[in-house]
Each structure stands twice: as structure tokens, then as C-alpha cells.
């Protein structure tokens, strides 16, 4: 299966058949309540299995096993990357794959040349819910942001650093802890120099429940959308002010509503 086959099929084609699976993108910061609960039911509730992959930073994989148990989960299984076999198996038959928080590059790292990231696409498209906070988050664009970027201007020819992502929401770029850190220069220029992709800024203790082409926000704070789909951009050069005309920004809460055809 092709690295792409998901989000190429979506971009391609928005009439083609969509994942049956669920994404729970989460913005960092504490789980609430909501969000874990909601993320049981989707997955067939407390005994359902869950895979655990915390590639993002190993160390949150035992803290994140313990969370869920936490919470009335019973079938909860640590993956680890460099066991590779094993980790193909437990993800194949999971109801729920999680991904805890760290660094999405290193989430990336972990899996290349492997066969995890199409066995995680071939479950979110058979109708795993596939939910992830903070780094966990990011990684579910077909795009994301994967480095350190200036939060201080918005100039032209500084957007982050952008990499590679799983391709599991192939329409948006995901932003987290987004108001917490001031993240929305750098993804307003994500969205200016890619704006064929929504840009997704996701505050702390907030999901957005991503069903096919359409979301729900729930969670405690705001989810905003930048929209640079009908644009212009400016003629630029590096390090000048950034600028561009028609950008449109949604500011959403729980409860709320977004489809991308709109």
C-alpha cells in the first residue's frame, strides 16, 4: 500500500470512499474527561483494545498505558518501534491506536522504512478511531509542522520547518497547544504557503472529532481555522512583512461544527 493511498484518494477525488475510522486530534495539556470518554465509545468502549505508541517520546508510553487503565480501560498493549513484528500485529487488531505526546519528528523516525505507518492508515481505514495528543496530534496531517519556528514576526520565507506526516487528515496541517504558545503566525504562514491545506491551530485540553471531511470540537477552549483556499498571496521577498488577501479564520468551541466542502 503506497505511502499516500489515503490522502491521495481524498485530494483526488473528494467524492471517494471515506475512512471509516474516527480521529481524535487533541491539542496537549490534560485530557478532560469529554474527550477520554468519547474516545472509549467511538472505540467500542472499556473493553476495547487499545495500542499504545508513544514514538513520539518513549518514555510517555507507560504513564499513557496507566491514563487509560485509569479510566476503565482493560485491554491496553505498549508498542514498541523497534519490535516491529509485534508492533504490525497488536496494531492490526487494535480498536483504538493512541499516540501520546513528544516530538513528531521523532514519531516519524521511528517508523520509517517500516511497516507501521500503512498498518495505522489500513485500520483507520477499515474503522479504527486513531486519537493523539500534542505531538500526537500533529503527526496526523499529511503535512506538519515538525520544528521550531520565530513566534515573535510573520515575514515572508520564514514559515517552519514542514515535514511529512501520516496522511490520516490529509486536508489540514494540525497546530497544538495553539493559543497556550501563540502558534498562530507560524501557522498562517504554513496556510499561505500551502493553501490548498486548511491550517488546524488546536488549544490545549480541546479535540476536534474528525469524521471523513467534517469535525467536531469538544474539550474546554477553541479550535481555529485558517482557510487560505481562495487567498492571494503577495509577491515577496524573504524577511519582508508577510501578506495576503481573503485568508478567513473560524474560531470555534464545543459543540461546534466544521465540514472542509463548505
Do not use: C
Not at 474516527?22 to 467500542?44: C, D, H, K, Q, W
Not at 479510566?71 to 501520546?100: C, Y
Not at 471523513?212 to 515577496?236: C, M, P, Y
Amino acid at each position: 500500500m503506497g505511502i499516500w493511498l489515503i490522502a491521495a484518494a481524498l485530494l483526488a477525488d473528494p467524492q471517494a470512499e471515506l475512512p471509516k475510522g474516527r480521529l481524535v486530534v487533541i491539542g496537549g495539556g490534560e485530557t478532560p474527561a469529554a474527550v477520554v470518554n468519547r474516545t472509549l465509545e467511538l472505540s467500542g468502549g472499556k473493553s476495547a483494545k487499545i495500542a499504545v505508541l508513544p514514538f513520539a517520546n518513549l518514555e510517555y508510553g507507560p504513564s499513557s498505558v496507566a491514563t487509560w487503565k485509569r479510566n476503565g480501560a482493560s485491554n491496553v498493549v505498549l508498542v514498541n518501534p523497534q519490535q516491529q513484528a509485534a508492533a504490525v500485529k497488536t496494531i492490526r487488531e487494535a480498536d483504538l491506536i493512541w499516540f501520546p505526546g513528544g516530538l513528531q519528528g521523532v514519531f516519524m523516525n521511528n517508523i520509517r522504512g517500516s511497516d507501521i505507518a500503512d498498518t495505522i492508515r489500513t485500520r483507520y481505514r477499515d474503522g479504527a478511531t486513531i486519537g493523539g495528543t500534542s505531538a500526537g496530534a500533529a503527526v496526523m496531517g499529511k503535512t506538519m509542522i515538525g520544528g521550531r519556528s520565530d513566534l515573535d514576526s510573520l515575514r515572508a520565507g520564514t514559515t517552519p520547518y514542514l515535514q511529512d506526516g501520516l496522511g490520516l487528515w490529509p486536508d489540514a496541517i494540525v497546530d497544538q497547544h495553539f493559543l497556550q504558545k501563540g502558534r498562530f503566525n507560524r501557522l498562517a504562514l504554513a496556510v499561505i504557503d500551502y493553501p490548498d491545506l486548511m491550517g488546524v491551530g488546536i488549544d490545549e485540553e480541546t479535540a476536534v472529532v474528525v469524521r471523513g471531511r467534517e469535525f467536531e470540537v469538544i474539550g474546554n477552549s477553541n479550535v481555529t481555522i485558517i482557510d487560505g483556499r481562495k487567498a492571494s498571496r503577495e509577491k515577496l521577498s524573504k524577511g519582508e512583512p508577510a501578506a495576503a488577501r481573503n485568508l478567513k479564520i473560524h474560531v470555534l468551541r464545543a459543540g461546534m461544527t466544521f465540514q472542509f466542502d463548505e
